[in-house]
Every structure is written in C-alpha cells, then in structure tokens.
C-alpha cells in the first residue's frame, strides 16, 4: 500500500518542479541588451517601467505578462524589457549614458506600472500608466505591432477591429 503512495508522490513532485523551473521562450532583456537588439531585429521595443513594492505592477506581471497569448505575442513580435524607475543602473539611450531613474524621467513615467512603446527608429510610439488587464492589453500589442499608430488613432484602429469582427 505504501509503495505505490510513494510512487505517485515522487511522480506528482517531479511534475510540479518541471513546471516550476519550465522557462517560458519569451524572457525579459536588460534595457542595454534590448535597445539594441530591438533595432537590431526591426521589433518594436516593449519598455515595463515598475517599481519595487508596487502592487499593481506584480498584478501586470501576473496577471497580463503571465498571460499565455500575451507572452506568445510579446514573443514573437516585440522585444520587452523591464527598467526600474529608481535604480542608478547606467544605460544607453539616443546616444547618451543615463540612469534608469533618470530614463523614466524622459518617458515621463509619474507612476509605476507604465507601459512604453518605441519603434525601430527609436520613437516613442506611446505610453500607458497603470494596470492594464490581458484582454485590453492585446489590442495594444497588435495596434504597435502592425504599425497601426502610424496611420490611425488607437481609439480608430479599436473601431475598425470591431468593424472587421461584425463582418
């Protein structure tokens, strides 16, 4: 009777640290590696700005960044990394040497969390402050990724998507 007790609870073990310690494709890159390498790939460039302690900032990580078709789109399409707004970190921006602290002065983040965008060329595409949850942050993702900001408002690409769904 023992036997086979032991038997699944070494099995059940096995699985859940697999999973645990499974990493997912999608990871985020250090502002210094991922400026780069954003207009390296001709990505988009995701930019997480948080601060430590922040409750809403582990509810986007949990909640939106652990979102299985956001982290697959985020994959795929944008290079994301994560900078905290009070960390003396130096890393390069538009050909200058900077804090992190002071990079979120020059996105204008006022509170955490705060998500920016920037394209291939380095222009900052846009910002959102706050939480956003997974079914409000998808349409985001494709409004940036198919270079939509270029041609219509944000508020006029989510009308046309409804359009296209009705027909």
Known sequence: MCK???KYFLIGSLVLA????AESEWKWLDFAEAHPLAI????PLLVNFYSTGCYWCRKLDADTF???LIESRLHESF???????ASNRK???REQTITEHDLARHF????TPLTAFVD???KIVGSIPGYIPPENFLPMLKYVEGGWYNELSFQEFLVSEEALKKN
């Open 40 to 43: 390296e790939e001709g990505k």
């Open 18 to 21: 697999l999973s645990i310690f």
């Open 120 to 122: 291939t060329t380095g």
């Open 108 to 111: 204008s983040v006022r509170g």
């Open 79 to 85: 290079i994301a990394t994560r900078v905290n707004i």
């Open 66 to 68: 652990g979102d299985s």
């Open 4 to 6: 086979p007790l032991i």
């Open 91 to 93: 890393v390069q921006w």
